[in-house]
């Protein structure tokens, strides 16, 4: 066990014990002033900010759900790991609360602090990436965006790593809470490729965190980072990007005649998920729903014919299979596929002034391998569904994703191996409901798209008192309580350890949102 400065130990349990320096800032040497100015501190300490008077404050503040609208204090602009550092003292010296800001795309507007009032810091200047050429481990700064760090990776000797689908989103909340994409069931999740992480902790000073170095917040921060410091860069192990990839997809929209033929089609693909003999790490896939489709897509690495020949048959036997929009099977190069997923025109982004925003209320369910979805749920999730979702105000989607099945490279990890804790988990399921043009609906289309996606889950879970459902922190939902979150996110015993790890890392709660550890 790696032992801090100015050290204190918790135990954890029987045969656990951790260690902590203190959060005093003073014991590292900090002469802020507590309850000096926050912006009087920054300039001191030459850490660029915005605020309310400030030209760039409106769009530096702007919110990716424009429905969950906060105001910072300030908005920190650091270049460096050492002006992260500089902001996150003075904002313990003002006494004000820290959110980080990656990419922006918190479904809650946490990345905004969730409340008028945070300080936010806004990593959007920390975008190097460089790739080690003998150990194949990247270092991306933690202001990077998906899109731009899979095109650095493919071009620094098509390397890639496992991530999620929209090159917008930013490394930050997504790789630090899991983050999932087709490459996830043969690599594992963004999580699983972190190696090391250079960290800011809430006392300004920066430790390199690994399962050698600093191993109890390396624990922490692949699972709950938000609660405990800001990653200023990852450190990641890459992989041979494929030379192609089978794109598929599979449309079903037949089977939304009723719910009854609804139900039949998603059992009969959960069966096939579950069946050794037909899925391992070379598949992945997702169901897509909204009004009007019935989808199955994903990625297979194992050749066309192979998936041609023994997976397509297996996925489709006994559905009804589109002849209006015929099935889709294609080979393409790594990031072409990337991009015919991301649905966009290019895969890259801009490093500052990013444009893109959303009007919506999301809500996650994450379902168990050891209790698959029984027929009077997936009944009542389709009944509900076709009953309520065709003619709304609003539009909507949901997505379930494989996560687990055979040899799923997810599930491989203990659930003790980090703060991401679902390990066992079959599906996870996004459920989501948008204003049609993007922009703030009135109170009336805002109730009902809570209402509807709120009251899809519960059909889907009330049938099912035995299902272990939890939630996916990076569909966070605003509508928890913290003490319902923190159980659906993490389970009681994960979240013992990181309150413990809490109370001794950050006993101020200076990083802080409604759900952060310890709210």
């Known amino acids: 066990m790696t032992m801090w400065p100015w050290a204190t130990a918790v135990a954890l349990s029987a045969t656990a014990v951790f260690a902590f320096p203190s959060a005093d800032p003073l014991a590292f040497g900090v002469l802020e002033r507590r309850g000096s100015s926050l912006e009087d501190c920054l300039k001191n300490r030459q850490v660029a900010f915005s605020d309310s008077s400030s030209a760039n404050f409106s769009a530096l ?119 999932s994409g087709l490459a996830s069931r043969r690599w594992g999740l963004a999580l699983d490729s972190i190696v090391g992480l250079d960290v800011v902790l809430a006392n300004g000073t920066q430790v390199y965190a690994s399962d050698e170095s600093y191993p109890d917040i390396f624990y922490v921060m692949r699972g709950a980072a938000e609660s405990f410091g800001i990653v200023t860069t990852f450190h990641l192990q890459t992989q041979a990007a494929p030379d192609s990839v089978v794109d598929f997809a599979i449309n079903f929209e037949g089977a939304l005649n009723s719910a009854d033929a609804a139900a039949a089609a998603f059992l009969h693909i959960q069966k096939v998920a579950q069946d050794a003999s037909i899925v391992d790490r070379d598949l992945a896939f997702r169901i897509y729903l909204d009004p009007n489709q019935y989808r199955v897509y994903g990625f297979y690495y194992n050749g066309e014919d192979n998936f041609r020949n023994k997976i397509y048959p297996a996925l489709t036997r006994g559905l009804p299979v589109s002849t209006k929009t015929p099935p889709s099977i294609r080979t393409l190069g790594w990031l072409d596929a990337l991009l015919d997923l991301s649905n966009e025109k290019t895969l890259q982004t801009p490093f500052t002034g990013y444009n893109e925003h959303d009007n919506f209320y999301a809500k996650s369910v994450v379902t168990q391998e050891a209790e698959p979805l029984t027929q009077a749920a997936v009944k009542s999730y389709f009944d509900y569904l076709l009953s309520n979702g065709r003619n709304t105000q609003f539009g909507w989607f949901s997505i379930i994703d494989l996560y687990g099945g055979p040899d799923s490279q997810i599930n491989v990890h203990s659930v003790d191996s980090s703060a991401y804790s679902h390990r066992s988990s079959l599906f996870v399921m996004q459920h989501y409901a948008r204003t049609y043009n993007s922009l703030p609906g009135s109170a009336d289309v805002t109730d009902a798209m809570i209402g509807y996606i709120s009251n899809l889950v519960h059909a889907l879970e009330s049938p099912q008192s035995n299902g272990d459902f939890a939630a996916y922190a990076n569909y966070v939902d605003p509508l928890l309580d913290a003490t319902t979150a923190h159980q659906l996110y993490y389970g009681p015993e994960t979240y013992q350890k990181l309150l413990n790890i809490k109370n001794q890392v950050d006993p101020q709660r200076l990083f802080w949102n409604p759900q952060t550890i310890g709210s």
């Open 61 to 179: 503040s702007k919110p990716y759900n424009l429905r969950l609208q906060y105001k910072p204090t300030a908005i920190a602009l650091p270049t460096t790991a050492q002006q992260v550092s500089d902001a996150v003292v003075c904002a313990a010296a003002a006494g004000v609360k820290v959110q980080p800001k990656c990419g922006g795309h918190s479904y809650a507007s946490y990345s905004l602090g969730g409340q008028d009032g945070s300080f936010v810091i806004d990593l959007e200047n920390l975008q190097s990436i460089t790739v080690d050429q003998n150990t194949q481990i990247a270092q991306v700064g933690g202001g990077v965006r998906l899109g731009n760090l899979a095109l650095a990776l493919y071009n620094n000797g098509h390397r890639a790593v496992s991530h999620g689908t929209c090159p917008g989103v930013g490394i930050g909340g997504h790789f630090t809470h899991g983050g």
